[in-house]
């Protein structure tokens, strides 16, 4: 169910041979399958006193020379997702390209060298790397936000960067999200490519221990809560103790933008209060069946990944408001998925 199983696999059948389902949740488990049932309770119906400042303030970090579009949909899709404010710093340049594309959104332009400062300050989320670069400007960024005290999401450059200045993770205390496909985590690991494909699982654990490591040792040091998410078919997550696996999806999201719309709805669900296990689960399944809705209709060659944000928030507010799967519109179709 991940890797080139899906490739050599026909159909899966589980016959449950009449156990009752109490009993198979007494059962240790080395993983266990996403479905949306196990979201239940996650996120609650919004207060009608609610305001903005109750879901959070995640601030996206990206856009060089380039590249705005990676930083502008990580943001449309975290304003899609319910985060109640949301700001992006990136170059001057692509401020009104921002402005136009999503107007709620705050812009603010971040000079070579000057970093983050105050920006940094009294925001719920940081979400890094759609779009940053590989140059010194990028890596002033990654070096402010890892210094942050709020939960951060790693994505693209700023796991290349880390790759090349792991000192960065150092002292870290607060929680972090690492969101790379194999090429990145064949970077941050020092596994090549066909050891992780060949057993993504065991270089999931490994990794993950690594990165644990790279924070700090000893008695004194409060390791940082990390989450890790190993993108490509079957997507995989570990936390350190749990393992999940996401098998939705389809070959159609083997297209630039898939991981800045995934970075932006991590970030979304991790200031509306998720741990980052929790968020990076339910975000992943929310990506991957909603590119699946998309492509039952429309076929998998030419998939957008902003054509994901829209789906991704129904499906989002199904199952805040409609947490049981049968009420769903087509529910027997997404019953059939799961």
Same mark, same amino acid.
């Given at each position: 169910m991940t890797g080139l199983g899906p490739e050599y696999c026909?159909?899966?059948?589980?016959?449950?041979?009449?156990?009752?389902?109490?009993?198979?949740?007494?059962?240790?488990?080395?993983?266990?399958?996403?479905t949306p049932e196990q979201f239940r309770g996650w996120l609650s119906p919004r207060s009608r006193a609610a305001h903005k400042g109750d879901f959070g303030h995640v601030l996206l970090i990206g856009g060089n020379h380039g590249m705005p579009g990676a930083i502008m949909m990580a943001a449309e899709s975290t304003l899609y997702c319910g985060a109640g404010r949301v700001t992006v710093a990136t170059r001057k340049r692509h401020l009104a390209a921002l402005a136009v594309r999503c107007p709620e959104v705050m812009g603010?332009?971040?000079?070579?060298?000057?970093?983050?400062?105050?920006?940094?300050?009294?925001?719920?989320?940081?979400?890094?790397?759609?779009?940053?670069?590989?140059?010194?400007?990028?890596?002033?960024?990654?070096k402010d936000a890892? !210094?942050?005290?709020?939960?951060?999401?790693?994505?693209?450059? !700023?796991?290349?960067?880390?790759?090349?200045?792991?000192?960065?993770?150092?002292?870290?205390?607060?929680?972090?999200?690492?969101?790379?496909?194999?090429?990145?985590?064949?970077?941050?690991?020092?596994?090549?490519?066909?050891?992780?494909?060949?057993?993504?699982?065991?270089?999931?654990?490994?990794?993950?221990?690594?990165?644990?490591?790279?924070?700090?040792?000893?008695? !004194?040091?409060?390791?940082?809560?990390?989450?890790?998410?190993?993108?490509?078919?079957?997507?995989?997550?570990?936390?350190?103790?749990?393992?999940?696996?996401?098998?939705?999806?389809?070959?159609?999201m083997a297209v630039a933008g898939m991981g800045d719309v995934l970075s932006g709805v991590i970030g979304a669900l991790l200031a509306q209060g998720l741990t980052p296990f929790r968020a990076a689960q339910m975000a992943a399944w929310l990506h991957a069946s909603a590119a699946d809705e998309v492509v039952a209709g429309q076929g998998e060659t030419g998939l957008r990944a902003t054509e994901l944000i829209p789906v991704i928030r129904q499906r989002l507010n199904f199952i805040i408001d409609k947490p049981d799967i049968g009420n769903w519109p087509c529910g027997k179709a997404y019953a059939r998925q799961i």
């Open positions: 026909g159909e899966l059948v589980f016959n449950d041979l009449g156990v009752p389902e109490p009993v198979y949740q007494t059962v240790p488990a080395d993983c266990r399958r996403i603010v332009s971040v000079k070579h060298g000057s970093g983050l400062g105050a920006l940094a300050e009294g925001k719920s989320v940081m979400v890094i790397g759609p779009g940053l670069g590989r140059d010194d400007w990028g890596l002033q960024l990654l890892l !210094a942050a005290e709020c939960p951060v999401v790693l994505d693209a450059d !700023a796991l290349n960067l880390l790759s090349d200045h792991p000192q960065l993770l150092n002292g870290r205390k607060s929680p972090i999200i690492f969101t790379p496909h194999p090429g990145e985590l064949a970077r941050l690991s020092g596994l090549d490519i066909p050891t992780i494909q060949n057993n993504r699982f065991a270089a999931l654990v490994d990794s993950h221990r690594q990165l644990t490591a790279l924070t700090g040792e000893g008695a !004194a040091h409060r390791q940082p809560e990390i989450a890790l998410l190993l993108k490509g078919a079957g997507t995989l997550l570990f936390d350190g103790q749990n393992t999940a696996l996401c098998s939705e999806g389809n070959p159609g």
